[in-house]
């Protein structure tokens, strides 16, 4: 399976990794952890030497209790700092991490490869026909509601969750291809409007998507879930982080997005290795 990066044709045979970089202060994990350019450069330049294939930049926190910047805000927290790692590694594939289409439209235009869209389109209705026009591969992820709803009774309680996800990912698909966009990822949403168990379930049944025909990212590292089950905070969670990554490796994903890269680079290695 490949897909299109900046003319680049990226063979995803060999699962990737996409090093985290968040600019909030708020994150869940490491919010507020680089608040210079030279810690943020620092930070990006850590994760190509461990094995990060993409770079994925966020200035929102999409964690649950989270208030929402406009477009603008997050224009200026997330568009200077592009700028300045575009600049320093101007080969590098970057992700925007957002859910507005003006951001990721001047993230593009700045030199950005990639959307990476929370809400698939949910949250900004301009943004897949965005998307489409500037050609870019586009992120879908699954989610009910909005990151401040999205772990209500109401959105975390399914009939068929799977069948859901793939029917939400169908139509999704369906309306990016009639907009002319065919570089598509789908992100199943670890952690978003599931329960602990449901994120089990995802990963249990991960195989499954891959009759979409489209490559599947997850991002399981340091979530919520992993915690409640080892009783443990995000920054105890890096092994049970590892276990999860390999799961989703073995169950079909084709990228994985985490803070840790070279744990996630030495998963795939291992897993690699044993299918030789």
Partial sequence: ?????????????????????NLTPDSFYDGG?????????????????EGADFIDVGGQSTRPSSDFLTAEEESKRVLPILEKIIKEFPELLISIDTFYSKVARKAVERGVAIINDISAGNLDDKMIATAADLQVPYIMMHMRGKPQTMQSQKNVTYDNMLQEIILYFSEKIKKAKELGLNDIIIDPGFGFSKTV???????KNLDLLKNLDFPILMGVSRKSSICKILK??????????????TLSILKGAHILRVHDVREAWETIQLIEAYNK
């Fill in 1 to 21: 399976m490949t897909i299109n990066w900046k003319g680049q044709l990226i063979d995803l045979k060999t699962p990737k990794i996409m090093g985290i970089l």
């Fill in 232 to 245: 443990t905070t995000p920054d105890q969670a890096l092994n049970g982080t590892t276990v999860l990554n």
């Fill in 197 to 203: 168990e449901g994120n089990l379930e995802l990963i």
């Fill in 33 to 49: 952890s680089y608040k210079t350019d030279k810690s943020i450069l620092l930070k990006v330049e850590k994760m190509l030497i």
